[in-house]
């Protein structure tokens, strides 16, 4: 036992990290009209250059490009899947914190063609990122597959187009085999899918939510978890796929609570993915008990550290949380990270960037610690 030599590292993230401001003050000129997109671009470079350049300094051995090119970490990428459009309806995604409730507005889409990959979506951001890191591992990040259907429903698909959904499936599939393909052309040995639907599934009102609007919520995922296999099925032996799964973030907040227990036999025993991400940061993400189904061979990210919040957390608690996870996986098994992403929309959390920077080296430093 020791550090490890490929992904997920014993100490990692998740991967948005919060904006800088020259950044966000770019977004909003050229919303305006007051600069152009090459503009734009180069302010992005700039912003992505530095905060590779942050990763490694604090000992991080993966370097993201923060998502510094979204506005959020998952609908850039499926707006620009083949077949899906926007519409004029509004999706409204109910939140929760500590203070109250609030939401998340996105346009609407359906899918009005058969779906594909027009063109790589992420290879460009990649490629620009592999050409900054010096000693990190670079690492793509995109939202799986399930996150397409995830808040509008099977309603948004044309049935005059898909009257079988499991042609759907298997043509999202497809999609997203071109683009982790494309992204694996360019280089990406380390990739991460982030979906929300595998853990908000735990909660018995986000089931409930499902089922009102005519979905099968108590087989959802298993379908997306079939989905997510035929989508990376093909990818290259070298490549590293993780599963990140999180209960939403939205400026601090987020959509469900409970444990991973509802989908966990099938999630662990069934994903085929080298790691799992998985957020334990408060008592809203329940207990470790989940973790009993995870095989042989399988990685856990403990993430212990939250992004939801500016305080410290105190690492001799996150030793212990540590050694509490290692009663149901082999402490080899694990490595530790933040519960979430720092900035999953351009807004970010709730907590300042030297709050930012200190969580993640007390991620390096507990990681240190433990493993060596």
């Known amino acids: 036992m020791g550090p490890r030599t490929e992904p997920p590292f014993r100490a990692d993230h998740v991967g948005s990290l919060l904006r800088p401001r020259s950044l966000v003050q770019a977004r909003h000129a050229f919303a305006a009209g007051r600069i152009d997109a090459a503009r734009l671009r180069a302010v992005e470079d700039e912003a992505i250059r530095d905060v590779v350049a942050l990763q490694e300094d604090i000992g991080l051995r993966s370097a993201t490009d923060g998502e510094f090119r979204r506005t959020s970490w998952h609908m850039d990428f499926v707006y620009r899947l083949g077949g899906v459009v926007h519409t004029d309806e509004e999706l409204v995604v109910q939140f929760r914190n500590d203070e109250g409730t609030g939401q998340f507005i996105a346009a609407g889409l359906a899918v009005r063609t058969p779906l594909?990959?027009?063109?790589?979506?992420?290879?460009?951001?990649?490629?620009?990122?592999?050409g900054q890191v010096r000693t990190a591992t670079p690492k793509m990040t995109l939202p799986s597959p399930s996150m397409v259907l995830l808040r509008s429903g099977t309603a948004a698909v044309d049935r005059t187009v898909y009257p079988d959904l499991d042609r759907f499936w298997a043509d999202l599939a497809a999609a997203y085999a071109d683009e982790i393909r494309a992204l694996a052309a360019v280089g990406c040995r380390y990739l991460q899918l982030d979906d929300t639907s595998l853990a908000c599934l735990n909660d018995p009102v986000q089931r409930a939510a499902l089922a009102e609007r005519g979905d099968?919520?108590?087989?959802?995922?298993?379908?997306?978890?079939?989905?997510?296999n035929a989508a990376i099925a093909d990818r290259p032996a070298g490549m590293r796929v993780a599963a990140h799964m999180c209960r939403g973030n939205f400026r601090s907040s987020w959509i469900a609570e409970g444990g991973y227990d509802f989908v966990a036999e099938e999630l662990f025993g069934e994903l085929d993915v080298d790691a799992f991400f998985c957020e334990?940061?408060?008592?809203?993400?329940?207990?470790?008990?989940?973790?009993?189904?995870?095989?042989?061979?399988?990685?856990?990210?403990?993430?212990?550290?939250?992004?939801?919040?500016?305080?410290?957390?105190?690492?001799?608690?996150?030793?212990?949380?540590?050694?509490?996870?290692?009663?149901?996986?082999?402490?080899?098994?694990?490595?530790?990270?933040?519960?979430?992403?720092?900035?999953?929309?351009?807004?970010?959390?709730?907590?300042?960037?030297?709050?930012?920077?200190?969580?993640?080296?007390?991620?390096?430093?507990?990681a240190e610690d433990v493993w060596g």
């Open 280 to 366: 334990f940061d408060d008592e809203r993400s329940g207990g470790f008990a989940p973790l009993r189904f995870v095989p042989p061979g399988k990685v856990v990210v403990l993430g212990l550290v939250t992004t939801k919040r500016g305080r410290l957390e105190d690492p001799d608690v996150l030793k212990r949380r540590i050694d509490e996870a290692a009663k149901y996986v082999p402490l080899d098994q694990l490595c530790l990270s933040p519960q979430c992403g720092f900035s999953s929309t351009v807004e970010g959390n709730v907590l300042n960037p030297h709050q930012e920077v200190d969580k993640l080296r007390l991620v390096v430093q507990v």
């Open 116 to 130: 594909h990959l027009d063109e790589p979506i992420f290879t460009d951001d990649f490629r620009f990122l592999s």
């Open 216 to 228: 099968d919520a108590e087989h959802t995922h298993e379908r997306n978890i079939r989905t997510i």
